[in-house]
Nanobody
Framework: QVQLLEAGGGLVQAGGSLTLSCVVS???????LAWFRQAPGQGREFVAA????????YYADSVKGRFTNSRDRAKKTVFLQMNALRPEDTAVYYC??????????????????WGQGTQVTVSS
């Protein structure tokens, strides 16, 4: 059972920055570590993912150019650096691990393990 623990959420003004972290109890070169978010009354939305093996990152169009997803293999930690935050980025952010193929990267059902989530609130 892989365990994921997120941290780093909080309240920030529009235009500000936050960095989320996710510590992973077990890793594998076959894993992709992803971030999803869920705003009140909405479904879970893909934000970004990173290959644990080579660090290649993938992004939703809504965050491309503003968010950076990276991993530190030695620390077994994934990071989501969020810049130029907007009120519409407000959501609970979840870290997830799985082995999705590239075409299914955005499908939450392809991820086996999930963190508990961390709240990000962006005020206007």
């Amino acid at each position: 059972q892989v365990q994921l623990l997120e941290a780093g959420g909080g309240l920030v003004q529009a235009g500000g920055s936050l960095t989320l972290s996710c510590v992973v109890s077990e890793t594998s070169n076959s894993y992709k570590l992803a971030w999803f978010r869920q705003a009140p009354g909405q479904g879970r939305e893909f934000v970004a993912a990173v290959n644990w093996n080579d660090g290649r990152a993938y992004y939703a169009d809504s965050v491309k150019g503003r968010f950076t997803n990276s991993r530190d293999r030695a620390k077994k930690t994934v990071f989501l650096q969020m810049n130029a935050l907007r009120p519409e980025d407000t959501a609970v952010y979840y870290c997830a691990a799985g082995r999705p193929i590239l075409s299914a990267l955005r499908d939450e059902s392809m991820y086996y393990w999930w963190g508990q989530g961390t709240q990000v609130t962006v005020s206007s």
